[in-house]
């Protein structure tokens, strides 16, 4: 009998004591045992108001308590959770809304006017919500705390299958926005094959049995946004194991506002994505050492990106109890790779340890032999998802059999050393990674090429210690324009969410392209980067 979350949920409930806190934001404590009666309520509601087993509800929130709460209740009812950017402007919201399928939204009261602009153009909406606000919800939108805080309380005893689909949307990989699809059981057995357990339960009895003998799990605080991969499983696994999800206040990242929170709380994991929130985080330590009781803090946990051992380095001077975890993953696959950095030892930026079931292969569909120095594509059999929703090509893509073994290959490029370990070089696609998140480039391209003072248009990425990547647009304007960067940065900031829009723009004479028209991304990145080097 395989795992299912709703299952899972439904049984820690019984064995953390019921003051235990659940989820924790901004002076809000929602304990264990109301965590688990607004869950009952609101899975019920939903199922009430027409929704059916496998029907996609789309979770439009920043960090805060009703976003596990929308998660839970989804695997309780046997609905399928849909991540939304928060970032995301009308046109773009539409595109993933209509994609997904989405039955059901939940938006806060801040996005309350793109929800009132979108509810016309979502005929497949049966329900809206909002969650509380001081104000009332819009007329087509329901209170989020009416089924939340109203009716039923007790579980569902519904019968939930291990097969039961989890979405988490993604650009990172695909162009436009796809649902990666995951089971329930493959991705509980991929989050405990993550080599930082003590004890690893080999089905439920015994998970439960481990919660009741060892007490409630760790006390987590994403850093990051929970509609993104990184913040979305470790905020799922801490609450599988009866822990704690301690979520900021503030709309934009304060270092400050984190260490304070981890020390209010003794948080004892941060989840992070790289040094986009490394960077900031170390200063706020080196401005005020000594200032904030972090002895609880056992681990920061990074994914998405690269984290350079720097900062590592620097934030275990004033950590030196932590363990600094980089995780190789992605949305369609955990566990590539681990990377541990402690006071005793360390990884250099990069390099990871082979994660169980991983292989790298060339584009040939050869196994790369370690020490070899020839690059390859990594690979992850396994607890892998099904595919990407709705998209048969894309899956065939990224999810190939090899030797009939099914693999998950997101387009992470690596080298294989003579120990075993790998050396990330990057993603083979073109696709940039900004502090976490991902720009396809020909996306913000179209929208540069719409401008009237445009004639072409490319966008790469530029290395940036503190983005990673930062988004770079390179535009040949038509003749007799002038060029104009700020009103250029407006106009696609006008067009898609901030992160896509480039950090700065760039004239050039002659587009970096080929004979053929296509793109010269190499020739234009080597543009972008002299043209943005001093001197």
Known sequence: MGWNYGDILDAVALVVPPDHPALVHNGRTITWESFDRRTNRLARALLAHGLNAGDKVAVYMRNRP????????????????VNVNYRYREEE???????????????????????TALQPRQPKVQIWAQTWADGPAPDFAYGYEGFAGEGDDSPLEIERSPDDLFFIY??????????????????RRAQ????????VPGDLAEHVDIVATDGPGTCLLPACPQMHGTGLVTSIGALAMGGTVVTMEGATFDAHELWRSAAKHQVQQIAIVGDVFA?????ALERNPGAYDLSALAAIVSSGVMWSIENKRGLLKHLPQAAMLDSFGASEAVGFGLSITTAEGEWRTAKFELGEQVKVFTEDGREVTPGSNEPGQVARSGPIPVGYYKDAEKTASTFKTIDGVR????????????????????????????GGEKVYPEEVEEVLKQHPDVADALVVGVPDPRWGQAVTGIVQPRNGATFDETNLRAYVRGHL??????????????MARGPNGKADYKKAAAFAQSALTPG
């Open 407 to 434: 693999y998950s290959m997101p387009g992470d490029w690596c080298q294989v050393e003579a120990d075993g370990s790998l050396t990330l070089l990057g993603r083979g696609s073109v696709c940039i990674n900004t």
């Open 192 to 199: 405990l094959q993550i080599p930082i357990l003590e004890k």
């Open 170 to 187: 993604t650009g990172g990989t695909t162009g436009m926005p796809k649902g990666v699809m995951w089971r329930a059981d493959d991705l």
């Open 93 to 115: 919201l539409h595109y993933l809304l209509d994609d997904s399928d989405a039955a059901a939204v939940i938006f806060e009261p801040e996005f309350a006017e793109l929800a």
């Open 279 to 283: 960077n900031p985080m170390l200063e």
């Open 497 to 510: 969410a901030g992160y896509k829009t480039p950090k700065r723009i760039l004239p050039i004479g002659d």
């Open 66 to 81: 009703e976003y596990m709460e929308c998660v839970a209740a989804c695997f309780k009812a046997r609905l399928v959770h």
